[in-house]
């Protein structure tokens, strides 16, 4: 009775067969496939058909023609491109600082004094409303005759400012109207960064005397650095794609001196039909923003943390 009991038992320790392993790269792929379906038809094929075209003396009207590097040498001889790079260039040094500095306070103050919900969603209420809308708000409260704020100050005794309409004051009011609508945001992402933070580091601190703005200086800042390279870098390529804000407020006026450089590519583009010289504007921006962005990713060295 004994002898098929040993043989089953031999049965069931002999070593089985090597299971097949599962391969989910088919399903990995099903999930994928819409995304890379839209990144095909919507930015690789464009960007290939683009950079085509930078190669061509292309009016919409017609078939391109191929001129090989003519349209990039009339670029880098282009003074009116330079000029709009410079505007493009103004802006974003304003933009970013003042940005990033206001975000910081923000993030600070809501992690050190307040963790209210509703303070969070209030602060993310301008950037939910869309570009245009809020250009056309800040065009009506800054207009010189009609405006809001202009009534105030003529209602003290002040000459009335032309926000939009002063050559100088144009690009710093653009880029507080950017601010104003963007910080929020930008403050929401240095707050969760700061929540990373060990609060015994903190505690530690105090314990040893360091008040608020040392704690800030010595602890927050170095470790908040890869957020801080994150948003520096967002922030950099958002504000060289500054275009709506401009086209409902001042159009590139006055005398130019708002003409960034996505607003001077779209004249090309659709009011001049100079595609092909357009796209190869375009073409030479990507290359600048992608030599700044791997300037700044170095700098600040983005992937290294000391919380790791």
């Known amino acids: 009775m004994s002898a098929p009991s040993v043989s089953a038992g031999r049965r069931r320790l002999a070593p089985s067969a090597p299971r097949r392993r599962r391969d989910d790269r088919r399903?990995?792929?099903?999930?994928?496939?819409?995304?890379?379906?839209?990144?095909?038809?919507?930015?690789?094929?464009?960007?290939?058909?683009?950079?085509?075209?930078?190669?061509?003396?292309?009016?919409l009207l017609g078939e391109p023609e191929f001129i090989g590097l003519q349209n990039y040498a009339e670029v880098v001889q282009d003074g009116e491109f330079w000029n709009s790079m410079g505007v493009t260039l103004y802006y974003v040094v304003f933009n970013v600082v003042s940005q990033t500095a206001l975000a910081l306070l923000l993030a600070a103050l809501m992690?050190?004094?307040?963790?209210?919900?509703?303070?969070?969603?209030?602060?993310?209420?301008?950037?939910?409303?869309?570009?245009?809308?809020?250009?056309?708000?800040?065009?009506?409260?800054?207009?010189?005759?009609?405006?809001?704020?202009?009534?105030?100050?003529?209602?003290?005794?002040?000459?009335?400012?032309?926000?939009?309409?002063?050559?100088?004051?144009?690009?710093p009011t653009i880029s507080l109207v950017n601010t104003w609508a963007f910080t929020g945001y930008t403050a929401l992402l240095f707050y969760a960064g700061m929540l990373q933070i060990p609060n015994d580091i903190y505690e530690s601190a105090s314990l040893d005397g360091a008040n608020e703005w040392r704690l800030f200086t010595r602890i927050t800042l170095p470790l908040l650095r890869p957020i801080m390279a994150l948003v520096l870098v967002v922030s950099l390529i958002g504000s060289f794609q500054i275009f709506d804000t401009v086209a409902v407020t001042t159009r590139g006026g006055p005398v130019n001196a708002t003409r960034v450089i996505y607003y001077f590519i779209y004249q090309h583009a659709f009011n001049y039909f100079n595609m092909g010289y357009a796209a190869a504007m375009a073409i030479v921006l990507v290359v600048i923003l992608g030599a700044l962005t791997a300037i700044q990713l170095r700098l600040l060295r983005a992937s290294e943390s000391q919380l790791a």
């Open 111 to 171: 992690h050190r004094l307040t963790r209210s919900v509703v303070l969070r969603t209030t602060l993310l209420i301008p950037w939910l409303v869309p570009n245009v809308t809020v250009g056309l708000i800040w065009l009506w409260l800054l207009d010189t005759n009609l405006g809001f704020v202009n009534h105030l100050i003529t209602g003290m005794g002040f000459d009335a400012v032309g926000f939009f309409t002063n050559p100088a004051l144009g690009i």
């Open 27 to 59: 399903v990995a792929l099903l999930f994928i496939a819409p995304v890379l379906i839209g990144f095909a038809v919507f930015y690789l094929y464009p960007t290939i058909r683009g950079l085509w075209w930078s190669f061509t003396d292309y009016s």
